[in-house]
């Protein structure tokens, strides 16, 4: 059995709706956004912030609202204790995927009790890519980079990698856009039927009105789709990625109370799911998004688990040719993948979008009784692509009936 004092649970977890480029979320400050997750959780758990050994929070864009430590400064901004410190990390995509891996391995090490891992990005106001500062400062990766992979035309962008995802599985324009359209319907479905209530915050929004679902919510059909041009190929030369089946940019912020099974107990709160396991991969940096493959496939022989296994799976929409070439890959049942759409419909804000994912996840076992699910971020930047990882966890319900949610992320 595991020992309750280093066991990691999740306790609460919470998002905020996701806005649109200058959307109703617009006239958010990210560091305000951040805090209001951060007294979500202190709200609905009753948790006494002073508690909270640390906040780790993921933010990809560290420049200017967004810079100088995001993290601490939510802490400020939610109105917590002084004490109460902070730290922002850097993964790309995972960014707050890897808050929550930090957060359960501090647990799990003995050195914190209770831990908030989040995640914030508000790509209105700090545009993807501000971090480069127009080159004033140089660019990343540096010549030995650059000749590691200049044998084999070197690195480049994403929409080109997405690309080389698609042409290297064999996947059609078709195929991409009927994904896209599958995203639409299934998030439009969940929002209809309330199964994201649980987890969004209300907000006000930048109309004035109370802002309680996501708002990249289209109506999509394959006609539409059809209509729209590639974004980073010619057609004539064979390109198919579109905005139609990729994810959106987004504003957003998300949150989860991490602490020892043991800390739980005794503060009288009931563990949502326990963190049982982590692994990581990478893959080739021209590709960029391929890494869920091998990450996924490490992390289940880990756990000593199948796709069989998954109840539920969630994996990162960043371009639709990312979860095709996985699935053609790990063949999972399709019917438990992104049940409730994606980033392609709800939106993909960077480093609040790991949270976003394991929430959604969470969530939805939850309402259904699924006993495993698997979740898998692929980290991506404008050029070159970030370790992946993954970690497992289980789910904790009423009366000890136990449920397990794999939650893998790269």
């Not at 951040?34 to 420049?63: F, H, N, S």
């Not at 996501?214 to 030369?237: I, N, Q, W, Y």
């Not at 971020?377 to 319900?397: G, K, W």
Request: glycine share 10%.
């Amino acid at each position: 059995m595991s020992d309750p004092n280093t066991t990691a649970v999740i306790v609460d977890a919470v998002r905020t709706p996701l806005g649109r480029r200058n959307g109703k979320l617009k006239d958010w400050h990210p560091v305000d956004l951040a805090g209001e997750t951060l007294k979500a959780l202190q709200e609905r758990t009753g948790i006494d912030p002073g508690l909270v050994d640390d906040v780790i929070m993921g933010c990809v864009m560290q420049v200017g609202e967004q810079a100088v430590n995001v993290g601490r400064n939510a802490v400020l901004a939610a109105g917590w204790p002084e004490h109460v410190p902070g730290t922002t990390i850097d993964r790309q995509c995972g960014s707050s995927q890897q808050a929550a891996h930090f957060a359960a391995q501090g647990v799990i090490a003995g050195a914190y009790d209770i831990v908030v891992a989040a995640g914030v990005e508000v790509m209105t106001r700090v545009p993807m890519g501000s971090s480069m500062a127009d080159g004033k400062f140089g660019f990343p990766f540096g010549p030995a980079v650059g000749a590691r992979y200049a044998g084999e035309g070197g690195l480049v962008p994403q929409g080109i990698s997405a690309e080389m995802i698609a042409d290297k599985w064999g996947l059609t324009r078709d195929d991409l856009d009927a994904f896209g359209v599958r995203s639409q319907e299934f998030a439009r479905r969940a929002t209809d039927e309330g199964r994201f209530q649980r987890e969004i915050l209300p907000l006000l929004g930048s109309d004035g009105a109370l802002m309680s679902t996501d708002e990249g919510l289209r109506d999509t059909t394959l006609e539409s789709l059809a209509k729209l041009k590639p974004a980073f190929r010619a057609e004539e030369e064979g390109g198919r990625v579109t905005a139609g089946n990729s994810s959106q940019i987004t504003d957003g912020a998300s949150a989860m109370l991490i602490m020892s099974e043991a800390k739980a107990k005794q503060l009288g709160l009931t563990p949502r799911a326990r963190f049982v396991n982590f692994s990581l991969a990478g893959d080739n940096p021209r590709m960029m998004l391929t890494a869920p493959i091998p990450a996924t496939q490490k992390v289940l022989a880990r756990a000593g688990l199948t796709m069989d296994d998954m109840d539920l799976t969630e994996i990162n929409e960043a371009f639709a040719c990312v979860v095709l070439a996985w699935a053609k890959e790990l063949h999972p049942n399709m019917d438990t993948v992104n049940v409730n759409g994606g980033a392609i419909a709800l939106g993909h804000p960077l480093g609040a979008s790991g949270a976003r994912l394991m929430t959604t996840l969470l969530c939805e076992l939850e309402r259904t009784g699924g006993r495993y699910g698997l979740q898998t971020v692929s980290y991506t930047h404008l050029r070159a692509h970030e370790t992946p990882e993954h970690l497992v966890c289980r789910l904790l319900l009423e009366k000890k009936k136990e449920r397990e949610i794999t939650v893998h992320t790269l």
